[in-house]
Every structure is written in structure tokens, then in C-alpha cells.
């Protein structure tokens, strides 16, 4: 079954269950209430696996060094659309 990405206070009623299974199974829904949306009903994280240090390093093996630039460069880009740091000047 298929649901729009926003769901109202009274289908969320009418069809809770439908829409934890859909949750369950990773969609997220804004709810609305008279047509403004009033939350979100999201999937949890689920909890991280515990990885060994020796698997860790062995997901890494054969990557070669690491350009630490040109690994700068790449964060720098990537935060450039996040929020403003409110103690940057």
C-alpha cells in the first residue's frame, strides 16, 4: 500500500496501523492537523552494532593513504550547507 508523505490527525486515527507498519518498514510521515503540518512520525535508529577493532581495521585494508587535503576539502564542502555555527564571527 502506498501513502502520501503527509498523513492527517484523523487518517493517523483511522489507520495507525497501516502507518506503524509503513513507519516500521522506513517512511516517514508529516502529520497535519486542518491541513498544517504539526509533526513528523519518523522510524528510530536503529541501534549500531558493536564492530571489533580487528574488523574495523580490516573494513579499511587496502584503501591506501589518505589525502588529508584533499579529505579537508571534501568536509569543508560538505558543511558549507549546514547550519551557521552561532559562535562563528
Known sequence: MSFPSEVSQRDLRLRSRE????VEHGASF?????????GELVPLRRSS???SRDEFLALGAGL???DTSTMRDDLDLA?????D???ER
Do not use: E, Q, S, W
Open 49 to 51: 552494532r558493536f564492530v
Open 85 to 87: 555555527d552561532p559562535y
Open 30 to 38: 508529516t502529520v497535519t492537523r486542518d491541513g498544517h503540518g504539526i
Open 64 to 66: 591506501g593513504p589518505i
Open 19 to 22: 502507518i506503524m507498519d509503513a
Open 79 to 83: 558543511l558549507k550547507n549546514t547550519a
